[in-house]
């Protein structure tokens, strides 16, 4: 018994490392997070980061979690509104077979909230999540460039957008 726990110990390590990936998600938005109102004229910052962890499960299957920061502003003709904007995917991930190389598509659930701008009516929304990338497995990291495209639900009179398409690229140990 004492010997089937110490394998067991031992084995776990090396199995856990497999199991969740941790890194940073950076790139840049190819849409502006506000829509253009007659007040407002949008100022955003063309880079998004933050952190990610992924769990791996098996059949090439697995969960990624993001929070992802970026800069996002508003101009007016005589002032500029400066705000972050925090995103928080959850998404499922299916890996098509592959060794050094990996297609993979997600899907999922994200919320995001933009503070301090006026006459953002709606701030928070929530919407889904549909991507599709591909991970190159080096020695150390693994690089997972993606293409990512949100539909945010919310009032059709706030000024935030409704539809947010991303190019990230993840990094991840």
């Known amino acids: 018994m004492r010997t089937l726990i110490l394998f067991t110990i031992l084995l776990a390590a090396p199995l856990h490392a497999q199991l969740i990936d941790w890194g940073v998600k950076g790139g840049f938005p190819m849409k502006d997070a506000l829509d253009s109102a007659i007040s407002l004229k949008p100022s955003s910052q ?38 972050s904007s925090w995103t928080f995917p959850v998404l499922a991930k299916y890996k098509f077979p592959g060794t050094l190389a990996r297609v993979y598509a997600v899907g999922g659930y994200s919320f995001r909230t933009i503070a301090d701008i006026p006459s953002l009516w709606d ?36 000024t935030a957008t409704k539809d947010q398409a991303d190019f990230l690229i993840g990094i991840t140990f």
Request: proline share 5%; hydrophobic share 40%.
């Open 46 to 83: 063309h880079w998004t980061v933050g952190p990610m962890v992924e769990l791996n499960l098996p059949l090439g299957l697995g969960v990624e979690a993001n929070a992802l920061y970026r800069k996002v502003g508003a101009a007016t003709a005589s002032t500029l509104y400066e705000s």
């Open 123 to 158: 701030s928070n929304s929530a919407g889904f999540v549909l991507g599709a990338g591909i991970r190159y497995n080096l020695k150390l990291i693994k690089i997972s460039p993606e293409f990512r495209w949100t539909r945010y639900s919310g009032n059709p009179t706030t």
